[in-house]
C-alpha cells in the first residue's frame, strides 16, 4: 500500500537524479563548443590574403570582417560574449587597438569605431566547432557585408575565412592564426 509519503519520496528521487543526469550533460554542450581565448599571432604562409578588392586591403583594420595582415589578434570568450582587439592602422601609419564584441547568443551585436557602425550576428554551427558572424558595416557612407567562420585546425590554429561584399567588389581571405 502506498502512502503519500512514500509517493512524494519516489518523486523527489526521481527528480534529483534527473537533476544529476541533466547537469552533466548540459555542462557537456558548453563545453563542447570552440573556444577561440588567447592570444594569436598571424601566420602569413598559411594565410591568404585572398582576391578581389573588398576595401582595405592588407591594412585592414578593425572589426567588421577586415583584418589586419601583421600583428596579433587577441580573443576573449565568455558563455555569451567574444571579444576581438586587433591593431587598428590610422592613416599615418600608426595604429592603436580596436576591440569588437559579439552577442553568442544569437542577438545582433553593435560596435562602433571612428569610421562607422558595425551590427553582427554570430551563430554556433550545430556540433559547436565553428562559429559564423555576419556583420553589416556602414564606413563612411559606404555599406559592406561580410561573413567570417571561425574554425580551430587540426594543429590547433585558429582559422578565419571571411568573404566580404562592398561597393568596390567582392573579396575572399582566409587568415590563419597560430595561439601564442
Known amino acids: 500500500m502506498k502512502t503519500k509519503s512514500n509517493t512524494l519520496w519516489g518523486k523527489m528521487l526521481v527528480f534529483t537524479l534527473m537533476f544529476f ?62 571579444s576581438v582587439t586587433r591593431a587598428a592602422f590610422n592613416r599615418d601609419g600608426g595604429s592603436t587597438p580596436n576591440t569588437t564584441v559579439y552577442s553568442l547568443d544569437g542577438k545582433e551585436s553593435v560596435n562602433s569605431s571612428q569610421r562607422g557602425e558595425s551590427k553582427s550576428v554570430a551563430v554556433w554551427s550545430s556540433d559547436g566547432k565553428s562559429l559564423t558572424i555576419t556583420t553589416n558595416a556602414s564606413f563612411n557612407g559606404m555599406n559592406m557585408k561580410t561573413v567570417e567562420v571561425w574554425t580551430i585546425d587540426a594543429s590547433n590554429a585558429l582559422s578565419i575565412k571571411s568573404d566580404a561584399t562592398t561597393p568596390n567588389g567582392n573579396r575572399s581571405t582566409t587568415m590563419v592564426y597560430d595561439k601564442k
Open 21 to 82: 543526469i541533466m547537469i552533466p550533460v548540459a555542462m557537456n554542450a558548453q563545453e563542447s563548443k570552440s573556444n577561440f581565448s588567447g592570444t594569436w599571432g598571424l601566420n602569413t604562409s598559411k594565410s591568404s590574403l585572398g582576391n578581389g578588392g573588398g576595401g582595405g586591403g592588407n591594412r585592414g583594420g578593425g572589426g567588421g570582417g577586415q583584418f589586419t595582415a601583421s600583428g596579433d589578434i587577441t580573443v576573449a570568450q565568455e558563455e555569451n560574449k567574444l
